[in-house]
């Protein structure tokens, strides 16, 4: 485990009244763990913006009825292949699939799959949640 470093933050009383808010409403226990993953986030955001090894999650949602939308997902899938950890589909309906596609690998590839999928004609939504792999995070 790391070491625990106490410091001070000032912060105008309405700010901090609006963040307590906040952390309540996101349940958090405490204000230092509220702290922790705001400074995770930005540096998660520093990783993806330098191009380091990254991982994350996108979420398609398609018609899996309209024309070629399926064979095209997989084509793109098999495209960047390197970068692909694991795929789930899931049927939703009769009509609409979620495809949920773990990837890892640079961070300009990865929002390259994320950006070819998401221009798929026949993809009603798509999102990445960029995450890291935990190296460089504490």
Do not use: P
């Amino acid at each position: 485990m790391s070491e625990l470093v106490r410091f001070g933050v000032s912060l105008e009383k309405t700010l901090l009244d609006r963040f307590d808010v906040l952390i309540r409403a996101k349940q958090y226990t405490n204000r230092s763990e509220a702290l922790r993953d705001l400074i995770r986030k930005e540096l998660v955001q520093q990783e993806w913006q330098s191009g380091s090894d990254v991982v994350g999650t996108i979420t398609l949602i398609y018609d899996h009825h309209k024309r070629d939308v399926l064979i095209r997902v997989m084509d793109t899938q098999h495209d960047f292949q390197e970068a692909i950890i694991s795929t789930q589909h899931i049927h939703l309906d009769h009509h609409n699939c979620l495809e949920i596609v773990a990837a890892r690998g640079n961070a300009e590839e990865v929002q390259r799959l994320a950006d070819a999928l998401r221009s798929i004609k026949g993809v009603r939504h798509a999102t990445l949640s960029m995450s890291s792999t935990g190296r460089e995070i504490g």
